[in-house]
């Protein structure tokens, strides 16, 4: 069993609607939790980055972190076509930054 | 705009070639990495550079060979690839190599003929 397992997808929603984004996790250790965008033939873009559980929101964008459950979320409100892109989670202990742990990605489609 | 930068961003190479990727940030960060990704798959860490010095090479190949000339720049030697080394190679940097988060470049598609 993989140690981040996230949604595979695709996911193909129309424009305005609200997309939840997941994964789940089975090491303890891990505290930083991030989200990369990454759009077809460019590099993972860091969108959202939160310490432990919590909230975090940033213009249409909430990540949500459940440390009980293992359980990670993104939230994209008022979902627009550039936001079409794979989105990567991506998770770190206290050690070494460049060691996270990454979901296989979700492939988002949004349609005009 | 990421404040990593790689070239080339495209590069094709023969079996027995020799080239080299770079990468430069200008972030002031400490640590800096490689990373190889393949179509529809996360990226794969490769090495880890920590204040200059190598920490961690998750067993490459030594065809492939990394160089951190000063805090700012890295350079990935390459050298009697194989087709299956076809992939976008990622570099990345953060403050340290602890706790923080890592930042990419946009990437070198390569391509080994």
């Known amino acids: 069993q993989k140690e981040v397992e996230q949604d595979p997808g695709p996911l193909s929603v129309p424009e305005g609607a609200i997309v939840s984004l997941n994964c789940t996790y089975s090491?303890?250790?891990?505290?930083?939790f991030m989200w990369y965008r990454q759009y077809s033939r460019k590099g993972p873009e860091l969108l959202m980055y939160?310490?432990?559980?919590g909230n975090k929101e940033d213009g249409r964008f909430t990540a949500q972190v459940d440390k009980s459950s293992k359980y990670i979320s993104l939230f994209i409100r008022d979902s627009q076509p550039s936001d079409s892109a794979t989105y990567l989670c991506?998770?770190?202990?206290?050690?070494?930054?460049?060691?996270?742990?990454f979901g296989d990605g979700t492939t988002l489609t949004v349609k005009p | 705009d990421t404040e990593v930068t790689q070239t080339p961003k495209h590069l094709v190479m023969g079996m027995t070639n020799k080239k080299s990727l770079k990468c430069e940030q200008h972030?002031?960060?400490?640590?800096m990495y490689w990373y190889k990704q393949k179509a529809k798959k996360p990226p794969e860490l490769m090495f880890v550079?920590?204040?200059?010095?190598?920490?961690i090479n998750e067993s490459v190949p030594s065809r492939f060979s990394p160089e951190c000339p000063n805090s700012s720049l890295l350079n990935l030697h390459l050298h009697a690839l194989q087709p299956e080394d076809s992939a976008l190679y990622l570099c990345?940097?953060?403050?340290?190599?602890?706790?923080?988060?890592?930042?990419f470049g946009e990437g070198s598609w390569l391509t080994v003929v």
């Open positions: 939160t310490y432990s559980s």
């Open positions: 972030m002031g960060h400490r640590a």
């Open positions: 090491n303890s250790a891990f505290q930083y």
């Open positions: 991506a998770m770190s202990d206290n050690t070494n930054a460049g060691k996270s742990t």
């Open positions: 550079y920590s204040y200059e010095k190598l920490s």
């Open positions: 990345a940097s953060s403050q340290e190599t602890w706790g923080n988060t890592i930042y």
